[in-house]
């Protein structure tokens, strides 16, 4: 089996800006190919894109006005973890020896199709993601008393952080005061609780060991790959305050990789909302369930970035196929010790937490330098 | 490296009439699920979902309303090979070790999005899939003499064909004269030299060599993979009246399979317009370029099944995310002997050609008993 690694990347700043989806998958695309000096389009055996756009065959229209002609070019959408379903097809392509480089872009537009659920009619108003994140919020409260400040801090801490990444749609820092006052959305969110939906690309290079040399001498290997769909409708989740498709991809990566909870460096988990943080580093097993808030406080006090650390997606903004690739653009620019102001001292191993709908689905991956 | 076999399959007829999409893709995985005794829901590790429908998360839907939790469930979609491409993901998660058992179901509705070039503005009405069909057949005519005869000669052998496919589109029979005074639609295309967009569905169930024995007796292995994507706009074509995708897939699939052209038994290719049909045996070099209007004449006279068993895309109909599928499925009933009155005798290494958009991406899959 071929070993596979991220060699390189390209980031573009997310934005409430409109543009056309092809620009943005274009100016990541771009921006890769200039962090690359050698690389050649004929390098590239396979072009992937992750989206919930509706435009069709946008890997071949990629792949033309970028002057690629791949192998294998096709879409991959699966709402909020399109960008890590794209990396682990990736993977699968390079590891069976389909391929040996493999180009993964994802971009989203402010407007995304993907942010509602509009294929369940039967929850008429509750479509929209903020009934879920309530609905979750509601029971970690419950469960582990989890209080309003407890969900700010995660807001302020990811905030914070997003300060030093100069691709985050947000700039601004708040305290915690500032956020417990910001608008109320639902009984149990505020306005500060939830991410956005925003333009934004990101793009990687995937490649199998007997090429990486060619493309940088800092590979970051993937190490283990999880993913589970427990189901598309998030009420049959046997609990409210667990994302038990996390737990169960969890599992399997940490399984694939030979590491362990405890070896992880940096982790990169999917905050769409703040009780999403605290939920997923609990079911990550990175701490135990209900001490994720205290966890996020010793984090935002000692100004600890292992979780986050480019402000996560309610400090970075959420572009929906952008978003998993992101993710796994930062674990790499930590494992690579090039994060700048956000660099995690000897970052050895990290994961990335990417999901859907509600986690009905999740992408559990384990890097490692 | 894992082996890679097609251990099951689900079929439904292709029709005018809609349906949900949902409903589409489960009846067709319901139908793979009662020709496979021994499949269990938890045997399912992966769930692919090939369409252009723009209802998001589709493959999380479908694996809930089947009742299966798969590992890794998306999209793929490229148009009219994005049936192809989920198959070649499914080869790629089996190879690598992700997966054992992977579901690969395509469905599309009579009106899908996929059916006209949106993207291109440029080309104006240009963008409707006659005109590039048109420019294929007057090339074709003017460099190798095709007459309308010849392109009638086609659209009869398919529909001839189909009628022995209880679930084609079409289950009529027409004379070479009756088609060559059909609807006239442009200089060089009547209505009867185009395929037509449809409702229908297509499951696959594809497995790693250890567990083909629980699902059938009978694998089919997937021994060669070959794509490739030119440019997403034809006018990038260095030929009209060749279809360069088509060839470098094929290169790359019989290079990967160690067969040739003349090892073909059985062929399913991607006649969207009857020229393509001829354009494909001459590109897939089952016959030298020019030859296949004489071809296609003895195959007709001669009643011998060997191209487009099933009645190709023009007597099945064309339902675009399940075509290659349904490709993919003839194919696996020849080598297994199970294809009844459409069946050619000995047929033991079938062929799958299946593209997209004015054969701006190919794919090539030999398929062996």
Same mark, same amino acid.
């Given at each position: 089996m071929n070993k596979v690694a991220i060699v390189s990347y390209g980031n573009t700043k997310f934005s409430r800006d409109d543009k056309p989806i092809e620009s943005l998958l274009l100016n990541s695309t771009k921006s890769l190919f200039d962090n690359t000096?050698?690389?050649? =389009?004929?390098?590239?055996d396979t072009v992937l894109v992750s989206t919930n756009?509706? /435009? &069709?065959y946008l890997s071949a229209i990629l792949s033309e006005i970028a002057g690629i002609q791949p192998k294998t070019a096709h879409t991959v959408e699966s709402l909020c973890n399109s960008g890590t379903n794209s990396i682990v097809s990736a993977y699968s392509y390079i590891a069976s020896g389909l391929a040996n480089v493999v180009l993964v872009v994802g971009a989203e537009r402010?407007? %995304?199709?993907? =942010?509602?659920? +509009?294929?369940?009619? %039967?929850r008429g108003e509750y479509k929209h993601p903020i009934f879920w994140g309530s609905i979750f919020t509601k029971s970690h409260k419950r469960e582990f008393g989890t209080t309003e400040e407890d969900l700010a801090r995660v807001s302020a801490k990811n905030h914070k952080f997003a300060k030093d990444n100069p691709n985050a749609y947000s700039n601004k820092v708040f305290s915690i005061d500032e956020l417990m006052n %910001?608008? !109320?959305? /639902?009984e149990d969110l505020r306005v500060s609780d939830c991410s956005r939906s925003c333009s934004g690309a990101s793009a990687v290079l995937i490649a199998s060991e007997q090429v990486t040399k060619r493309f940088t001498n800092e590979p970051v290997w993937i190490k283990g790959i999880g993913q589970k769909t427990t189901s598309a409708g998030f009420t049959k989740n046997n609990s409210f305050s667990s994302m038990r498709s996390t737990v169960e991809a969890a599992k399997i990566s940490f399984q694939m990789s030979k590491l362990s909870p405890g070896d992880i460096d940096v982790a990169e988990v999917?905050?769409?909302? /703040? !009780?999403c943080e605290l939920m997923a580093v609990e079911d990550l097993r990175i !701490? %135990? &369930?209900? +001490?994720g808030r205290s966890f996020v406080k010793t984090l935002y006090e000692t100004e600890d970035r292992k979780i986050n650390p480019r402000g996560g997606l309610i400090g970075s903004g959420h572009p929906l196929g952008a978003t998993g690739i992101a993710q796994v653009i930062e674990t790499t620019q930590q494992l690579q010790g090039t994060a700048k102001k956000r660099q995690i001292q000897n970052a050895k191993v990290g994961l990335v937490h990417n999901m859907s709908a509600a986690a009905t689905s999740s992408t559990v991956l384990i890097l490692q330098s």
């Amino acid at each position: 089996m071929n070993k596979v690694a991220i060699v390189s990347y390209g980031n573009t700043k997310f934005s409430r800006d409109d543009k056309p989806i092809e620009s943005l998958l274009l100016n990541s695309t771009k921006s890769l190919f200039d962090n690359t000096p050698n690389l050649m =389009q004929k390098d590239i055996d396979t072009v992937l894109v992750s989206t919930n756009d509706n /435009t &069709k065959y946008l890997s071949a229209i990629l792949s033309e006005i970028a002057g690629i002609q791949p192998k294998t070019a096709h879409t991959v959408e699966s709402l909020c973890n399109s960008g890590t379903n794209s990396i682990v097809s990736a993977y699968s392509y390079i590891a069976s020896g389909l391929a040996n480089v493999v180009l993964v872009v994802g971009a989203e537009r402010k407007n %995304s199709p993907g =942010q509602i659920l +509009e294929w369940d009619n %039967s929850r008429g108003e509750y479509k929209h993601p903020i009934f879920w994140g309530s609905i979750f919020t509601k029971s970690h409260k419950r469960e582990f008393g989890t209080t309003e400040e407890d969900l700010a801090r995660v807001s302020a801490k990811n905030h914070k952080f997003a300060k030093d990444n100069p691709n985050a749609y947000s700039n601004k820092v708040f305290s915690i005061d500032e956020l417990m006052n %910001s608008r !109320v959305l /639902t009984e149990d969110l505020r306005v500060s609780d939830c991410s956005r939906s925003c333009s934004g690309a990101s793009a990687v290079l995937i490649a199998s060991e007997q090429v990486t040399k060619r493309f940088t001498n800092e590979p970051v290997w993937i190490k283990g790959i999880g993913q589970k769909t427990t189901s598309a409708g998030f009420t049959k989740n046997n609990s409210f305050s667990s994302m038990r498709s996390t737990v169960e991809a969890a599992k399997i990566s940490f399984q694939m990789s030979k590491l362990s909870p405890g070896d992880i460096d940096v982790a990169e988990v999917h905050d769409a909302f /703040t !009780v999403c943080e605290l939920m997923a580093v609990e079911d990550l097993r990175i !701490v %135990s &369930k209900g +001490e994720g808030r205290s966890f996020v406080k010793t984090l935002y006090e000692t100004e600890d970035r292992k979780i986050n650390p480019r402000g996560g997606l309610i400090g970075s903004g959420h572009p929906l196929g952008a978003t998993g690739i992101a993710q796994v653009i930062e674990t790499t620019q930590q494992l690579q010790g090039t994060a700048k102001k956000r660099q995690i001292q000897n970052a050895k191993v990290g994961l990335v937490h990417n999901m859907s709908a509600a986690a009905t689905s999740s992408t559990v991956l384990i890097l490692q330098s």
